[in-house]
Structure formats: C-alpha cells, structure tokens
C-alpha cells in the first residue's frame, strides 16, 4: 500500500525542524513532469504544510538570479526534470546541485535523456539544418540560425543558451541523489518519494525509487508458458485481447526489458510498454536487453534449418526502427550513447 | 586506408564447436595474424547483446561470433537464437552509425581448425580495411562540443 502524505501528518515522522524547502528545477523538458506533479491535486496542499516551494519556474516567479544569491544547501530537495542539451540546462542543473541537499532526478528525460535524448541518433548541426533549412515551411535562402551571442549595429549584445551536439542525462552532469524514472512519474511514485523523504527512511544514495523487477512481474495479462511468434504487428494493425500477453499477440512491448513500478498504466489500458522507466537493476543496456528478449520469442518454429540467411534478414527486419523503439526513452543511457558515422 | 592500423578484434566462441576449432587451429601450428582475442561461451546463445555492445564501447573493431553449425548445437537449438539475435542487433548496430560488416556470424565446428584460420584471417583483413571503429578510442571523453 503506497502511503499518502495525509498519513503522515498525524504522526511525528516529520523530524525536520523547519519547513522543507523544494525546489522544481528544469531542462530540456516538455514540462509534462510539472502537470504530473500538478495531478496530485489536494495532496499539494499537505505539501505546502510541511514545505515551502522556493523555486519552481511553472507556478512561481522567482527568478535564476535570486537562486543564485542563495546560500549553498539552502533548498532540501530538488527535483529536476528534463535532460542536460545546452548550456543553460547545465547552468540550472550545477546551480541547483550546488543549492540543495538533495537533487532528485525527476522523469525519464533527467534520469535516461528520455525522448529528447533521441536526438543523439543525429547532431547539432543536422538539427539546425532541419529546423531551420529543409522544413518544408521554412524559407530561409541565407541559412540564419540562432547564435550564441549577436552584437547589433549600437553594441548592444545579445545572448542565446549554447546548443550542444549531444543530449545528456542529469548524472552526466552532476552527481544525482535519487532517481524518479517515468514518463512522467505517476503520483504514487511522487508520493513514496515524499514519503521516504520525510519520514527520513531513506534508501541509499544513488537508488532508483521504483522496483528493482521487470514490468512482467505486476502486468495483470496472463503469462503463458513459451511464446512464439513469427509475425510483428503494430497496435492499429490488430484487435488486442486484454488478458493475453502482448508479446504473444506480436506486439513489441518493452515490458520484459523496463523497470517496474508504474503499476502496468499503459498495459491495463490494452497498450505495450514503451520503457520510460529504463532497464531493470540487473541489465546494462535496455535496448540489448530487449533485443535478446524479442529475437528469443522471434522465430519459425521446426523450420529453423530450412531457413537461408535472407529469410532471417526478413524475419527480424519486420521491426523497423530497432534503435528507436528499444532506446526510446534511454539513448544517452545506452552503452553506445550516440549515432557515429564510419569514415570514408 | 592506415597502415599501421592493427585492428582490435573479439571472437567469441562456444564452448563445443568453435573453441574445440580454434584448440586445433592452435595445436595444428596454423598462422592467424595476431589481432584478435578470443572469449569462451558455453554457447554461442550466451553471448547477449549486451556485451558486443559492451566491447564495441570499449573500442572493439570488430566482433566474430562463432558458433556451431546449424543442427550441431550442443543445447539443439541456441545457434539459431544467435543467428535471429546477430541479424538484428546488425541492423540496429548499422543504425548507430557502424558498418555492418564489423560484426559477423560464422559456423566453425570442432574438426574445422582450417576454417577458424581461414575466417579470423579473413576477417582481420575485412576490418583492417574498415579502418578504426567510430566508437573507437578516439571518441572516448569527447565533451559537449556544441
């Protein structure tokens, strides 16, 4: 049972003498961890009585620069969410580091580099190209991008956060406390962590607040015994029993290879894993982990030997973008990192 | 192409075929350029994704997984798991920017110490005219160079 916050205000677990400061700190974020932290609805208000929010750019307007005058360690708790991709988001992630006591890595984009961390299968300079050059609605003959920093005819200087060529997850940048993976966390989630945090039970440093099991273990479907498919399907492309495993129905679902904890969200509503809570306590890498999984259910059963090198081509090829699916929320998490090109 | 390029190949082999043919590659006293280290699986099966990408991070140029042939598996059918699991971690390594040469399959029983001699030459010289890996040695540390 996950206990909520109103639980504990009846006892003396509070042992922290003042009020909790929080902080909700931000990168390259689609600022869907705000609303989830938002969706705890009347809980908030048994926040604000043990916590002062001091900082957090979605509900308030304290500044960077007020931040910046605090004394170090003067925030308890921060939670940062979105991924580290130019220099302003790793300005933020160093002052609040500097500025707490505890820097919690908030979301799958700040613990794994999420979705906008798919920008490391390309670069700076073939993202600009794009946005700024080859999107059919863009004219731009003199190929203009943003610039760091432009000095107009007066001298007057303007400035513009550095792009970099790479997207990193927090702890690429500055050591993490805990981490709060998903995409966003669900409430439960956010109320442990809460839970944890006041009542000073903490786990060691370092620890991921979600289970240390694969989502197979809490989906609801059936398990079957052995599974074997020989086709992949897309969800629109079938009607999805809602008790069967998904795997066994030829929809990739990332449950074997993905951490536990979001109670099956997506499962229950008759759709595969995606894998925003990142590669179980025991694997590496998730995109390995589920290549192995997929490629083992993957098979023309006692037609093996008959088959030549172009049919298996054919029968792994029916998933398409590998890369993608298997690191879709985990890419600067993966061993590999980023796309490298061979030189010619 | 570099001259003084000398390749960083892995092979690895499992435990009933191949590194029975690379045991008799080695006491038949036949030549293999000197390129290559060789790690012994149970099963060719045994060898996860993981850990090809695990020594393509670590500057691998190549990965030669050798296994039994088809029908001879030692556990029936792990060969075959392999040759699903290397054809695609091939087009997701092709994805990451990586030739798809620099990782290869092959079937090397245990008499077959002529053939093990024959594929790592082979090999070596395929990735010798690669060149270095992308993901070689050279990239490690490379910072946010936006």
């Keep these: 049972m996950v206990p909520v916050l109103s639980d504990l205000q009846k006892g003396e677990r509070v042992k922290m003498a003042d009020k909790l400061k929080l902080a909700i700190a931000r990168g390259a974020t689609c600022s869907g961890c705000d609303v989830e932290i938002v969706d705890i609805n009347e809980k908030i208000l048994d926040v604000i009585k043990i916590a002062d929010i001091v900082y957090a750019a979605v509900i308030m307007d304290t500044k960077l620069k007020e931040v910046e005058k605090w004394d170090d360690g003067y925030i308890d708790i921060t939670f940062h969410h979105g991924a580290i991709r130019d220099s302003e988001n790793e300005h933020i992630a160093k002052l609040f580091r500097k500025k707490s006591k505890i820097l919690i890595s908030f979301g799958s984009c700040s613990c794994y580099g999420g979705i906008p961390g798919l920008a490391n299968v390309t670069n700076k300079d073939e993202i600009f190209k794009e946005s700024y050059m080859d999107t059919p609605s863009t004219v731009n003959p003199d190929f203009v991008v943003p610039l760091p920093e432009w000095k107009d005819e007066t001298g007057h200087k303007l400035t513009l956060p550095r792009f970099y060529d790479e997207v990193f997850s927090l702890d690429d940048i500055v050591t993490v406390d805990y981490y709060l993976p998903g995409c966003p966390p669900l409430v439960t989630q956010i109320n442990q962590a809460l839970d944890a945090i006041i009542s000073g039970k903490l786990p060691p440093k370092g620890s991921v607040l979600a289970s240390e099991k694969a989502l197979c273990d809490e989906c609801p479907r059936e398990k079957p015994k052995k599974i074997n498919i020989e086709r992949i399907y897309r969800p629109h492309e079938i009607e999805l029993n809602p008790d069967k495993c998904l795997l066994e129905q030829g929809i990739i679902c990332l449950g074997p290879a993905t951490r536990a904890g979001c109670d099956a969200k997506c499962i229950r509503a008759n759709m595969p894993c995606r894998g925003c809570l990142g590669a179980t306590a025991a694997a590496i890498d998730q995109g390995g982990s589920i290549l192995s999984a997929i490629t083992s259910i993957l098979a023309i059963s006692d037609k093996e030997t008959q088959l030549s090198e172009e049919d298996i081509e054919k029968l792994v090829g029916q998933i398409k973008d590998p890369l993608g699916t298997f690191y879709r929320f985990s890419m600067p998490k993966s061993l590999l990192r980023k796309v490298e090109k061979e030189k010619k | 192409m570099n001259k003084d390029f000398k390749p960083k190949i892995l092979v690895f082999c499992c435990n009933w075929c191949s590194y029975a043919g690379a045991d008799l590659a ?61 054809a695609l971690l091939r087009i997701m390594l092709q994805q990451f920017g990586l030739d798809r040469k620099r990782l290869r399959l092959e079937w090397i029983s245990a008499g077959e110490g002529g053939r093990f001699q024959e594929v790592v030459n082979n090999f070596i010289d395929e990735i010798t005219e690669l060149g270095p890996s992308p993901f070689g040695p050279t990239k490690r540390g490379k910072g946010k160079n936006g």
């Design chain 2, 26 to 86: 080695g006491v038949s006293r036949l030549q293999i350029k000197p390129y290559f280290r060789v790690i012994r699986a149970m099963c060719s099966a045994r060898v996860d994704p993981e850990f090809i990408l695990e020594a393509i991070k670590k500057g691998a140029d190549g990965i030669l997984v050798a296994a039994c042939h088809p029908g001879d598996c030692h556990y029936i059918g792990g060969n075959y798991r392999t040759r699903r699991r290397m």
